[in-house]
């Protein structure tokens, strides 16, 4: 049965000296002991956590154009020797194999009429920026010898050459500053179709003289890279000094970017291309920095996470020892073994990590697991409020519900500002399933509910939502938050297996920018009792 409450991740960022370093007592307590785990890295270099990000992505469980792209990169690059230094276990190469090949069927299943990609289906409204990002992973992966159909990249090419040579093509639906979003999506397409020469100078060099629309260094980098590889190195040096001083705000710009994500890109791009390698060491520093500041990280920066660091998987660090003792269990850890599972009797408190040389170790531990209490109520830029109530709209008694009840869950969303890509997780309580109001035979209709929820009703028809799933565990909702007034969301669920259970709390997050979410009031527990 899945545990109550959601998921909980805790890091621990340390530079290991002289003196071991121990984890507080109370923290393993904080977890309930069934599912407690946790991922150990040290190494001489800065950290960007490659392991928790390749097991955050494994993990996540929601299917977006975005984030199925992403989940698949590490697949993609990581074979099993790589996770094995970092202490997670591979999978067969038929398993990995058979996952890209899943995974690529799924992302075409997502391709439009035209050659571009929707967001949640085909049907979908068109992803100018993520049409590049499915389109580079495509040509990656079939570069790397799996089977893409030939049909499809050859839509997808033609539609990123039409971007490039099509700047109103771009529609922006919300941006802080639309110059720079329809610029991002031209030089990523540029870059994109630059690899095999399929990128007109005249349109890159017309894309140049448009450079200081760029509020990031990223689609500069990108620029600079086609430029190169089309023969224009002048230009492409000029839009490569130009990138690499650029720093990025925080506004919304439309590009499923972030500072933290268009610094790992860079990297990456710098380390592909081999440009610039006199500054890949100074921004390995700046962005293990970066990456300690952020508390919420999306699907995006922790692939671009995984695409600056990967270069480094392969290359030799210098001799270093340390020692883990975790309640008198004992292990050495080294350059060859960098990283460890940590579970059962080897997470057990005390524990500590112990530095045994000479050289500054830097530690990554994460602790994921349950949590023992509800996570308490709050939220940044978000809110969340739930109340489920009977078909007549007024609330019901928790501790009363008889099996074979319906139950019209009603939440209620504010944002401070605008989140176009706000992702609702409402858990359910272990004695209640979700009726689906996709079905056609559904035996219950959100159109038998009293007229007391009308004006929720309109609410919710008149709401940005993009997509809904009926899970067995859960109602997913993703939409857009208009940042003004209450956003109102319902559906239905049953009472159905007598018990007591505890209620989860509802989520809110903004999809992009994570650091932007709210926790609802979990409501204790809930009855369910025989009819």
């Known amino acids: 049965m899945r545990p109550a409450y959601p998921a909980m991740l805790k890091h621990y960022r340390v530079a290991l000296k002289d003196q071991p370093w121990t984890l507080p007592e109370a923290d393993l307590a904080a977890f309930e002991p069934a599912g407690l785990e946790a991922s150990l890295a040290l190494s001489s270099r800065p950290p960007l956590n490659l392991a928790e990000q390749i097991r955050a992505l494994q993990a996540y469980p929601y299917g977006c154009l975005e984030q199925t792209t992403s989940g698949l990169y590490p697949s993609l690059y990581a074979d099993a020797d790589s996770l094995k230094r970092l202490g997670i276990k591979g999978e067969p190469a038929d398993v990995r194999k058979r996952k890209i090949e899943m995974g690529i069927e799924h992302l075409l299943g997502m391709q439009r009429y035209n050659g571009s990609f929707g967001l949640w289906s085909s049907d979908s409204e068109e992803e100018y920026w993520l049409t590049a990002y499915v389109t580079d ?141 006199s500054q890949v060491d100074q921004r390995l520093f700046a962005l293990s920095d970066e990456l300690a500041a952020n508390r919420w990280l999306s699907t995006q920066e922790r692939n671009a996470l995984f695409l600056a660091g990967r270069g480094l998987l392969g290359k030799p660090e210098g001799q270093w020892q340390a020692r883990l003792d975790s309640a008198g269990e004992v292990r050495e850890l080294n350059n060859a073994e960098a990283g460890m599972k940590l579970e059962g009797p080897l997470l057990a408190s005390p524990l500590s990590v112990q530095n045994e040389g000479n050289e500054t170790l830097y530690q990554q531990l994460t602790l994921s697991g ?117 956003t109102h969301l319902l559906y239905l669920a049953r009472a159905v297996t007598p018990g007591t259970y505890r209620v989860p709390p509802p989520q809110v997050e903004s999809m992009y920018r994570p650091n932007l979410q709210a926790v609802g009031d979990g409501q204790g527990e809930m009855t369910v009792k025989a009819r």
């Open 137 to 277: 992973f495509l040509l990656r992966a079939r570069d790397q010898g799996y089977g893409v159909p030939a049909e499809a990249l050859k839509k997808a090419s033609e539609r990123l050459l039409r971007y490039l040579q099509e700047r109103n093509l771009i529609e922006v639906d919300y941006s802080e500053n639309a110059d720079h979003t329809r610029f991002a999506v031209q030089a990523y397409a540029a870059l994109v179709l630059s690899r095999s020469q399929q990128a007109p100078l005249g349109a890159l060099r017309g894309l140049f003289e448009r450079r200081a629309d760029a509020r990031s260094g990223l689609p500069l980098v990108q620029l600079a890279v086609a430029l190169d590889k089309m023969g224009d190195k002048p230009r492409a040096e000029q839009a490569l000094q130009a990138g690499l001083g650029i720093s990025r705000g925080k506004g919304w710009l439309a590009d499923y970017g972030s500072a933290l994500r268009d610094q790992a890109l860079i990297l990456a791009l710098l380390q592909e291309s081999n440009l610039a390698s």
């Open 370 to 486: 349950y949590p023992r209490q509800a996570p308490a109520a709050g939220g940044n830029g978000l809110q969340i409020h739930r109340e489920y109530l009977g078909m007549n709209g007024q609330p019901l008694d928790l501790h009363n519900l008889r099996s074979g009840d319906l139950v019209l869950v009603h939440l209620a969303l504010k944002a401070e500002d605008r989140v176009p890509d706000a992702l609702v997780v409402d858990l359910l309580p272990a004695g209640l399933e979700l009726e689906n109001q996709n079905l056609a035979q559904s035996a219950a209709s959100l159109d038998n509910a009293s007229s007391a929820v009308k004006a929720w009703r309109e609410s919710m028809q008149n709401a940005s939502v993009v997509h809904q799933e009926y899970r067995d565990d859960r109602y997913v909702a993703a939409l857009k938050l208009d940042g003004y007034g209450t």
